[in-house]
């Protein structure tokens, strides 16, 4: 996930957490209804950065703690990209540069910096120690490609004992050196006991996916680069892996989700569809305006309807297809929290973004069920999210 860099008009913030004033919200001639949302934290801005994954896999476990009861929280997303960029330099060089490096990362990642490193709150680490107001991590990317490139090329014949250190120094430089102890209400933490605090059972959560290429109900690490820990995920049919969606929501949970948004109905307005680029089934009794344009032609105007459209039929076959061609692509992650409903009676799913509340919906997408069963990757989600059946098939106590 590293692309990125609707918004219910209706919905208010209250002490960080998003609640519907009305249960209809209108954008153009787009009218939904919220059916359930589940809590979540106030919408952050990655502004010009590729950690999205930081972002809403930090979002998700905020979410998560509203969910049992907890406090409100806001996480440092900056820890855990200063230490899984360090973590990612050191198996670059081990490999001889044989591998993926960059911003981008997973919800793996999240989970194994709170495993592993602890957390600290925004307030003790905020990543914002070069100079600008919001992220902005191109002199950064640059640098820390540049660097370790020329670790591997191995000048000296032989690496330095300190060329670690270096490294670690120009994250320290942009993002903050790590804390090693801070105070929260006057209790001193260190990121370890504080991450412990929260009260997590990080061992509660399951990362699922929906692909041919392996066998159903077995785990295998998806093939994309920005799985560079090799995480595993359980496979599921598509059927059973959206019963996994509908149940978490109806339960009460929220859901980690890795898409596919450089798709062309994955629009700025706060909405994303999945149209079907069909004329027989296009809108309009004169099927003439539209068999006498070229495909491009018919595309533009399709994606600049301000209404829904037919969409997609998705099925295991299309969807599998999708990712062997690379037209769906590991591009963005982000919070499913509730669902609406078009006034056609589609189903649409409400997602946190991270791109800020510049946008029609203040920071929400409405995301088709079309769209979602078409461009997901994979989630992540509590066990007890999943439907017993389903559990049982995957051997999940």
């Given at each position: 996930?590293?692309?990125?860099i609707?918004?219910?008009?209706?919905l208010i913030?209250?002490?960080?957490?998003?609640?519907?004033?009305k249960d209809?919200t209108?954008?153009?001639?787009f009218?939904?209804?919220?059916?359930?949302?589940?809590?979540i934290?106030?919408?952050?801005?990655?502004?010009?950065?590729?950690?999205?994954?930081?972002?809403?896999?930090?979002?998700?476990?905020?979410a998560?703690?509203?969910?049992?009861?907890?406090?409100?929280?806001d996480?440092s997303?900056?820890?855990?990209?200063?230490h899984?960029?360090?973590?990612?330099a050191?198996?670059?060089?081990?490999?001889?540069?044989?591998?993926?490096?960059?911003?981008?990362?997973?919800?793996?990642?999240?989970?194994?910096?709170?495993?592993?490193?602890?957390?600290?709150?925004?307030?003790?680490?905020?990543?914002?120690?070069?100079?600008?107001?919001?992220?902005?991590?191109?002199?950064?990317?640059?640098?820390?490609?540049?660097?370790?490139?020329?670790?591997?090329?191995n000048?000296?014949?032989?690496?330095?004992?300190v060329?670690?250190?270096?490294?670690?120094?120009?994250?320290?430089?942009?993002?903050?050196?790590?804390p090693t102890?801070?105070?929260?209400?006057g209790?001193?933490?260190?990121?370890?006991?504080?991450q412990?605090?929260?009260?997590?059972n990080?061992?509660?959560?399951?990362?699922?996916?929906?692909?041919?290429?392996?066998?159903?109900?077995?785990?295998?690490?998806?093939?994309?680069?920005?799985?560079?820990?090799?995480?595993?995920?359980?496979?599921?049919?598509?059927?059973?892996?959206?019963?996994?969606?509908?149940?978490a929501?109806?339960?009460g949970?929220?859901?980690?989700?890795?898409?596919?948004v450089?798709?062309?109905?994955?629009?700025r307005?706060g909405?994303?569809?999945?149209?079907?680029?069909?004329?027989?089934?296009?809108?309009?009794?004169d099927?003439?305006?539209?068999?006498?344009?070229?495909?491009?032609?018919?595309?533009?105007?399709?994606?600049k309807?301000?209404?829904?459209?037919?969409?997609?039929?998705?099925?295991?076959?299309?969807?599998?297809?999708g990712?062997?061609?690379?037209?769906?692509?590991?591009?963005h992650?982000?919070v499913?929290?509730?669902?609406?409903?078009?006034?056609?009676?589609?189903?649409?799913?409400l997602?946190?973004n991270?791109?800020?509340?510049d946008?029609?919906?203040?920071?929400?997408w409405?995301?088709?069920?079309?769209?979602?069963?078409d461009?997901?990757?994979?989630?992540?989600?509590?066990?007890?999210?999943?439907p017993k059946?389903?559990?049982?098939?995957?051997?999940?106590k």
């Open positions: 996930m590293k692309k990125i609707f918004s219910l008009s209706l913030l209250f002490s960080g957490v998003i609640f519907a004033q209809t209108a954008v153009d001639s009218k939904f209804s919220i059916v359930k949302q589940n809590k934290t106030s919408v952050k801005n990655q502004a010009s950065s590729g950690t999205c994954w930081s972002f809403s896999g930090l979002g998700f476990f905020e998560e703690l509203l969910r049992m009861g907890k406090p409100e929280v996480l997303e900056m820890f855990v990209v200063h899984s960029y360090s973590d990612k050191t198996q670059y060089v081990r490999m001889y540069g044989n591998a993926n490096f960059g911003a981008g990362g997973a919800f793996y990642d999240v989970l194994y910096v709170l495993k592993n490193y602890g957390i600290v709150p925004e307030s003790t680490m905020t990543g914002l120690n070069y100079g600008e107001e919001k992220h902005k991590h191109g002199e950064l990317d640059a640098l820390t490609d540049a660097y370790v490139k020329v670790i591997v090329k000048p000296n014949k032989k690496l330095s004992t060329w670690k250190t270096g490294f670690d120094g120009i994250l320290n430089a942009y993002l903050g050196s790590l102890e801070f105070a929260v209400d209790k001193k933490f260190t990121p370890q006991s504080y412990q605090s929260l009260g997590l990080l061992d509660d959560y399951v990362s699922l996916t929906s692909f041919t290429h392996h066998p159903f109900y077995t785990k295998f690490a998806i093939e994309i680069p920005d799985n560079w820990r090799n995480d595993a995920s359980y496979n599921l049919p598509l059927n059973e892996l959206m019963q996994v969606f509908d149940n929501i109806h339960k949970y929220c859901i980690a989700w890795a898409s596919d450089s798709e062309k109905g994955f629009s307005k909405i994303a569809v999945n149209p079907e680029i069909k004329v027989e089934n296009l809108p309009g009794t099927q003439a305006k539209w068999l006498n344009i070229s495909q491009k032609e018919m595309e533009e105007k399709i994606y309807q301000n209404s829904p459209q037919p969409e997609i039929k998705v099925t295991q076959e299309i969807r599998q297809a990712f062997d061609n690379y037209q769906t692509t590991d591009d992650g982000m499913i929290y509730g669902t609406a409903k078009d006034l056609n009676g589609t189903k649409y799913y997602v946190k991270s791109w800020g509340t946008s029609k919906f203040k920071g929400i409405y995301a088709s069920e079309s769209f979602v069963m461009k997901t990757i994979d989630i992540l989600v509590h066990k007890e999210a999943i059946e389903i559990l049982k098939k995957l051997g999940i």
